[in-house]
T-cell receptor, first 114, second 119 residues
Framework: AQKITQTQPGMFVQEKEAVTLDCTYD???????LFWYKQPSSGEMIFLIY??????QNATEGRYSLNFQKARKSANLVISASQLGDSAMYFC???????????FGEGTQLTVNP | GAGVSQSPSNKVTEKGKDVELRCDPI?????LYWYRQRLGQGLEFLIY????????KSGLPSDRFSAERTGESVSTLTIQRTQQEDSAVYLC?????????????????FGPGTRLLVL
């Protein structure tokens, strides 16, 4: 069985600072993908970044980067230079290559303060 | 291009009534997913369609839930005899499944969801 754990129900960060959102996972499948989604108050799930389990380098997408530590089974999201518009719920998710469904964590509510 | 669309955006119904939720995936996406999100929680997988393969229904919580998909286009999720615990946001996602070097590469793009309230 696969499981995603996000231990931070809420996080606060000052505008223009960096913030790290934690995610750990558990799977017995050697091949899997890790995803981060942003869900603003409007409710839509917005794809941010993807990391494959065999990728040699950490994924980056603009101000988003994924700190992938395979041995520790962690896939933390780093947001640099936070903006007020980054305030939202952030979900970490995993999909085993042998399957198709995404398994989501409980989410972290990020608030960016001016 | 157009993203995933869902209708209705909001639905209020009475306990015991049937409801039908619709999802229009991104054109050309072969895979379609339904998820449920209860208030303040993460997403729960419900069902998955991939091309002409038999759907993965393993996430459906009871036999009151069913879903259909016409080819690689529209999907409908039907909840019969709704209960108050069915109140949630129902999210649809579509994706284009690609395999590269033995690794499945797929990103799911979500619609805005349907907010269902059962009174």
């Amino acid at each position: 069985a696969q499981k995603i754990t996000q231990t931070q129900p809420g996080m606060f960060v000052q505008e223009k600072e960096a913030v790290t959102l934690d995610c750990t996972y558990d799977t017995s499948d050697p091949s899997y993908g890790l995803f981060w989604y942003k869900q603003p108050s409007s409710g839509e799930m917005i794809f941010l970044i993807y990391q494959g389990s065999y990728d040699q380098q950490n994924a980056t997408e603009g101000r988003y980067s994924l700190n992938f530590q395979k041995a520790r089974k962690s896939a933390n999201l780093v947001i640099s230079a936070s903006q007020l518009g980054d305030s939202a719920m952030y979900f970490c998710a995993m999909r085993e290559t042998s399957g198709s469904r995404l398994t989501f964590g409980e989410g972290t509510q990020l608030t960016v303060n001016p | 291009g157009a993203g995933v669309s869902q209708s209705p955006s909001n639905k209020v119904t009475e306990k015991g009534k049937d409801v039908e939720l619709r999802c229009d995936p991104i054109s050309g996406h072969t895979a379609l997913y339904w998820y449920r999100q209860r208030l303040g929680q993460g997403l729960e997988f419900l069902i998955y369609f991939q091309g002409n393969s038999a759907p993965d229904k393993s996430g459906l919580p009871s036999d009151r839930f069913s879903a259909e998909r016409t080819g690689e286009s529209v999907s409908t999720l039907t909840i019969q005899r709704t209960q108050q615990e069915d109140s949630a946001v129902y999210l649809c996602a579509s994706s284009l499944v690609r395999t590269s070097g033995g690794t499945k590469q797929e990103t799911q793009y979500f619609g805005p969801g349907t907010r269902l309230l059962v009174l």
